[in-house]
């Protein structure tokens, strides 16, 4: 079964900061790995789709990394505004075999502050 | 990219009534529809998988004959939760995507429905 682990839980950073968050997952045996942000009270968005075969994607000022061998991957968000305040939930598939089913970690709450 | 609606956004209930929430693919046919559940300040959780034309497969612990999920079409699915209870007072989101159960495609994700039974 796969378990999807977020740290840190949340996070306040003052404006113009660079800053990491953290996604680990059980089961490497993953064909993709997604970044959502959530604002609160609303549904996702998707910010990267990581494919297995990838080691980083790049969107603007966000760059995620996967390293399956151990169960690993990284959001780093690049001079930090205070509309990047949200909810970042990395998710990963139940295994390679189970379809698309996605395994959601319970996210990190972002605060950028002015 | 694609997108998918939900219908209602909000839904204030009476404790034993039924509720039904919409989820539409609005510019793809969904073959395959997600229904999640998220508690304030929680993840979500998968509740149940549904594909076109067939039954819905649901998550351990997802009672059935209380969340009923249709997916009639390529572009509806619908979840009707049946004589709702203040416990079943949450967050609904559903994800569609295109191809089959194996595919590998990306899941594009509703707005969600916040649900309030009182």
């Known amino acids: 079964k796969q378990e999807v682990t977020q740290i840190p839980a949340a996070l306040s950073v003052p404006e113009g900061e660079n800053l990491v968050l953290n996604c680990s997952f059980t089961?490497?045996?993953?064909?993709?790995l997604q970044w959502f942000r959530q604002d609160p009270g609303k549904g996702l968005t998707s910010l990267l789709l990581?494919?297995?075969?990838?080691r980083e994607q790049t969107s603007g000022r966000l760059n995620a990394s996967l390293d399956k061998s151990s169960g690993r991957s990284t959001l780093y968000i690049a001079a930090s505004q205070p509309g990047d305040s949200a909810t970042y939930l990395c998710?990963?598939?139940?295994?390679?075999?189970?379809?698309?089913?996605?395994?959601f970690g319970e996210g990190t709450q972002l605060t950028v502050n002015p | 990219g694609a997108v998918v609606s939900q219908h209602p956004s909000r839904v204030i209930c009476k404790s034993g009534t039924s509720v039904k929430i919409e989820c539409r693919s609005l510019?793809?046919?969904?073959?395959?529809m997600f229904w999640y559940r998220q508690f304030p300040k929680k993840s979500l959780m998968l509740m149940a998988t549904?594909?076109?034309?067939?039954?819905?497969?649901?998550e351990q612990g997802v009672e059935k004959d209380k969340f009923l999920i249709n997916h009639a079409s390529l572009t509806l699915s619908t979840l009707t939760v049946t004589s709702a209870h203040p416990e079943d007072s949450s967050f609904y989101i559903c994800?569609?995507?295109?191809?089959?159960?194996?595919?590998?495609?990306?899941?594009?994700f509703g707005p969600g429905t916040r649900l309030l039974v009182l």
């Open positions: 089961d490497s045996a993953i064909y993709n």
């Open positions: 549904s594909n076109e034309g067939s039954k819905a497969t649901y």
């Open positions: 994800s569609a995507r295109s191809g089959g159960l194996y595919n590998q495609e990306t899941q594009y």
């Open positions: 990581i494919q297995s075969s990838q």
């Open positions: 998710a990963a598939p139940a295994g390679e075999t189970s379809g698309s089913r996605l395994t």
């Open positions: 510019d793809f046919q969904a073959t395959t």
